[in-house]
Nanobody, 129 residues
Framework: QVQLAESGGGLVQPGGSLRLSCVAS????????IGWFRQAPGKEREAISC???????YYSDSVKGRFIISSNNAERTVYLQINSLKPEDTAVYYC???????????????????????WGQGIMVTVSS
């Protein structure tokens, strides 16, 4: 089994930046894509970015140009650099993983929700002055 653990959230002022981390443990060889998702109060979970085992990355239109996903395979970590934060970025941020790259990619690009195999516990990001 695979476990995911997020870190790096917190309170930040509008215009600020944060870097979120998602550390994977367990049998990570089964995972071919890890994505970042967020869920604001009263809203559906939104897929915002993902990175595949072949290194390809994707972004939703809502964060393209402001968020950057990257990975460090040696550290089993996927990062999400979030810049120019806005109050509407306030949400619980989750990382999720699946053996099917297409599932994660379709959610990010087209909003097609999927039942991913693994989820982290989530971490709060609050953007407020």
């Amino acid at each position: 089994q695979v476990q995911l653990a997020e870190s790096g959230g917190g309170l930040v002022q509008p215009g600020g930046s944060l870097r979120l981390s998602c550390v994977a443990s367990g049998n990570i060889l089964t995972i071919n894509a890890i994505g970042w998702f967020r869920q604001a109060p009263g809203k559906e979970r939104e897929a915002i970015s993902c990175i595949s085992s072949d290194g390809s990355s994707y972004y939703s239109d809502s964060v393209k140009g402001r968020f950057i996903i990257s990975s460090n395979n040696a550290e089993r970590t996927v990062y999400l650099q979030i810049n120019s934060l806005k109050p509407e970025d306030t949400a619980v941020y989750y990382c999720g993983a699946d053996s099917l790259r297409s599932q994660v990619r379709r959610w990010v690009l087209f909003g097609h929700h999927a039942d991913l195999e693994v989820w982290g516990q989530g971490i709060m990001v609050t953007v407020s002055s």
